[in-house]
């Protein structure tokens, strides 16, 4: 479970050095770094604990303890699939395979080489606040445009307005982009006027 007051952030990364680095940066912050040191052990913490983010290097050992180049993308597809809304961040000092991550489900990624403390606190404070608000308003709006689209077709029909003014309507709505007439259409099963 998340302790109070804390945001619980997950680091899957066989390197201790990492472990160390990332333990000094999150010292006086309002996250609280667990530690994983492989794909076995980050998989098991992913399924007992409830995180607001993951940190995952891609070269560490798999789910088969073996040295891999790939055990982190591997691990990334296991997370998409069991928690897709768990935001993941993407560790590499190979920065071709963090693209391969963002096609595979991964939010973000760092090249660790280019690691400031900054900048990871930067890239978590977007995927933990920023981004779930950006989808937040996105839905907000898009409801308010259904129920406008809703209220627009009931005044229409409450006032008896003919279906050539009704077309004409929609046509200036479109032009001024306030909805599409297509999707208006659809959504409320009419047949192209």
């Known amino acids: 479970m998340k302790e109070k007051n804390f945001l619980n952030i997950l680091l899957i990364d066989d390197d201790h050095l990492t472990h160390e680095n990332f333990a000094r940066i999150f010292e006086n912050t309002k996250y609280r ?71 595979l489900g991964a939010k973000d990624y760092i090249v660790k080489s280019s690691l400031t403390s900054e900048l990871l606190l930067e890239k978590i404070e977007k995927q933990i606040f920023y981004e779930p608000l950006k989808s937040e308003i996105t839905n907000i709006l898009r409801a308010k445009k259904q129920i406008d689209e809703y209220d627009l077709l009931k005044i229409l029909k409450e006032k008896g307005t003919e279906l050539k003014e009704f077309k004409n309507i929609l046509e200036e709505m479109e032009k001024n982009e306030i909805i599409t007439v297509d999707s208006f259409l659809i959504k409320y099963n009419r047949t192209k006027i």
């Open 33 to 103: 770094l667990h530690l994983a040191s492989d794909s076995i052990e980050g998989l098991h913490e992913i399924k007992k604990t409830d995180y607001n983010l993951v940190l995952l290097d891609v070269i560490m050992p798999d789910l088969k303890g073996r040295q891999s180049q790939t055990a982190g993308l591997e691990l990334l597809e296991l997370i998409v699939e069991l928690r897709p809304e768990l935001p993941v961040i993407m560790m590499s000092v190979v920065d071709e395979k963090l693209v391969e991550a963002i096609k």
